[in-house]
């Protein structure tokens, strides 16, 4: 889900002067239009502006009048089991501690904010520093595990990062001068003169965006992706670090072959982001990478003049939302995806790395589907649950079941997210609910039902309480009666105060997240735009997204019993992704591994779940157009190049349907260990 979480992209915005000594150079000019520096450089440029009151005050009064659209809160500060030790962050209360703080730098002050909403463990709500080494956990065949150096780390380095080789084959000590890949595969015996699980478990409480503490482990290494366009390689949080606070490791390793302890130092590199502007001095920095622009706040969308330029613009946040770019139409779509302070991944996959069978035809985007050699067992590789084209991914999704079906598989393989150096290997972070619904009602036979029977309850959770009002544990299978789990919405008095200027017809066009007439009841027929929805007294059924788009098949292609979901939810299994594998499991009885993580974590088949994702500019959007903006409780316009994401809807639970699914157990049925043969 795009969750509680805010991504001040590079420095906050600050005032033009830069903290300098006499006679110092501006430390932004002095790496201006350099591709590669140290990560200290980096620091001396965004640790130079000096905090700015006036900003600090807009982001935080931003922030804290869009935390009553959030669903979550009351959760987040007191998590209940098995989260009682993972999550327990009061964010209204740090933003009270931050707003009297007093920083040195503004950049000190977009640290404090980033790691409070971290603390969160909620992946919804730059300059980027690299090593050649990224790491993976792999287990002996006595069952005992060691933290390695991924085998194929200088594959992925060399293809992504062969402008740097040279020099980290230069800062290699001794003999091991220039012979950085014989550390590939090798035993990582202690990171920084510790325990290498010091540092994955210092990771894990400040990595967030997950919150299962396993989950969190598992993003210090490295895993796979299927992008849009080809595969992608996941750094990691140990290799691929989001700010420059960190110069260098030191590795305590041995060799493959050999029973030589060698200590080595590695220096990190840091890049300049791709979705960053070039700049030439501090104030260049400033005016190009940290004020708002277009689609940072939200717009009227009947100032019809602006509202035309905002529908050619990519918004700045679709590039980090973990998910492939979508057309704006696509983004109208109730979406469930995870938010991250860098881009979706861009090192691409070496090509002999690549996945060895050949996909079949109907494969598309990020979608992939393979036969395997038995002829019998086929495997659908889906690294997310959006693609450029709706409509094609979604009958995509259907034609590369049947095919398979029409080759002789019997069994299937679904791969949500399965951890590195595996085959088919890949993370999934959400995306579009629609599609996460059909393959629900494609897969098996007790999943089909009429169109018309399909529906979501959308209730109401009051400003003060997150308790779920009234409603029951659903008795019928996945799609029988309903396609998706149970959601709270909260209504809080601007929610209620903007259904209100919508039943009065304030948006006559039905353009509206808000808007009664947006959703449609269990007989597909939509509510008046006159139904206030958010009062207490009212309890709906809402139809979702059904029916869909693509009319499914009358006869589910493959049985419960012959589909295992593949996943590493200890990883990144969030968003659409859970609710795909959570009804699958537990209506469908499908049965779920996951591969890799920790023996000692109990092995989770999903990371995060959500309910439906918005962002600080839709609900600004909301606001605006119900020409809400002046009100005392509307949130003002971000200054600064910020960005917000919130759990609009929360999905409850299908086996405790009066707690957030988020917060319930999800064991996966086997464990499978990651070994160097795999």
Request: charged share 15%; proline share 7%; aromatic share 8%.
């Amino acid at each position: 889900m795009l969750s509680l979480f805010l991504v001040v992209v590079l420095s906050l915005t600050a005032s033009l002067a830069v903290r300098t000594k006499v006679g110092d150079l501006d430390p932004c000019a002095h790496i201006a239009g350099e591709k590669w520096v140290s990560p200290r450089e980096a620091r001396d440029c965004m640790f130079s502006f000096p905090v700015d009151p006036e900003i600090k005050a807009n982001i935080i009064q931003v922030v804290n009048a869009t935390l009553p659209f959030h669903t979550s809160v009351n959760y987040q500060i007191l998590a209940p089991p098995p989260f009682r030790n993972d999550v327990h962050e009061d964010i209204a209360a740090d933003l009270a501690r931050i707003s009297q703080m007093t920083y040195e730098s503004d950049f000190d002050f977009h640290l404090d904010l980033y790691h409070s909403f971290k603390r969160l463990n909620d992946g919804h709500s730059l300059y980027i520093s690299y090593l050649p080494t990224p790491l993976v956990l792999l287990a002996g065949s006595d069952g005992s595990q060691q933290v390695h150096i991924a085998p194929g780390a200088f594959t992925v380095a060399s293809a992504e990062f062969p402008d740097q080789i040279e020099f980290w084959q230069d800062a290699l000590p001794g003999n091991l001068r220039g012979k950085l890949a014989s550390l590939s595969g090798a035993k990582v015996l202690q990171i920084n003169g510790e325990d290498p699980f010091v540092a994955v478990n210092e990771n894990a409480a400040t990595t967030g965006g997950y919150q299962g503490f396993g989950t969190r482990q598992n993003s210090f290494f490295s895993s796979y992706s299927r992008g849009a366009k080809s595969w992608a390689y996941i750094m990691g949080n140990f290799a691929q670090q989001i700010h420059p606070l960190t110069d260098s490791v030191e590795l305590t390793i041995q060799r493959i072959n050999s029973s030589l302890v060698e200590t080595i130092s590695i220096p990190y590199r840091s890049r300049f982001g791709s979705v960053a502007k070039n700049f030439t001095d501090a104030s260049s920095y400033r005016a190009n990478n940290c004020v708002n622009v277009a689609g940072t706040n939200g717009l009227n969308l009947y100032d019809f003049a602006s509202a035309s330029q905002h529908m050619q613009i990519v918004p700045p946040i679709a590039y980090l939302q973990q998910q492939p770019i979508i057309s704006y139409e696509d983004r109208k779509q109730p979406i469930n995806v995870m938010l991250d302070a860098t881009p979706l991944s861009d090192v691409e996959l070496p090509e002999e790395m690549l996945p060895a069978p050949i996909p079949l035809n109907e494969s598309y985007s990020v979608a992939q589907f393979y036969l395997l050699k038995d002829n019998i067992t086929g495997v659908l590789a889906l690294g997310s649950f959006s693609a450029a084209n709706f409509s094609t991914f979604m009958g995509s999704l259907l034609d590369g079941l049947q095919e398979l079906k029409s080759m002789g598989a019997t069994r299937l393989i679904p791969t949500v997210p399965i951890k590195a150096e595996v085959l088919p290997s890949q993370t999934n972070n959400g995306g579009v609910t629609q599609i996460l619904h059909f393959p629900l009602k494609s897969l098996t036979p007790q999943s089909v039902a009429s169109p018309d029977s399909y529906w979501t309850k959308r209730h109401v959770c009051r400003p003060s309480s997150f308790s779920s009002p009234r409603f029951t544990k659903p008795s019928m299978l996945s799609t029988e009666p309903q396609a998706g789990l149970d959601t709270c919405t909260r209504a809080g008095t601007m929610a209620r105060l903007i259904v209100d200027r919508i039943n009065k017809g304030a948006d006559p066009e039905q353009l509206l997240s808000y808007n009664p007439s947006q959703w449609k009841n269990s007989s597909n027929i939509p509510f008046s735009v006159e139904t206030h929805w958010l009062e207490p007294t009212v309890n709906l059924t809402i139809n979702e997204c059904q029916p869909f788009e693509i009319t499914p098949p009358e006869a589910g292609i493959f049985d419960s019993e012959n589909i295992v979901i593949i996943s590493n939810g200890r990883d990144r299994c969030g968003s659409s992704c859970s609710l795909f594998s959570i009804e699958m499991s537990k209506n469908e009885g499908v049965k779920t591994a996951v591969l890799g993580g920790h023996k000692d974590v109990p092995p989770q088949y999903c990371g995060v779940v959500g309910g439906q994702s918005l962002h600080f500019a839709d609900i600004d959007t909301e606001i605006k157009s119900t020409q809400l903006k002046n009100h005392t409780l509307a949130p003002p316009d971000f200054k600064t190049n910020s960005f917000m994401g919130i759990t609009w809807r929360l999905a409850f639970g299908l086996e405790d349907p009066n707690e957030p699914e988020e917060w319930q157990d999800h064991p996966a049925d086997f464990n499978l260990p990651l070994t160097r043969e795999m």
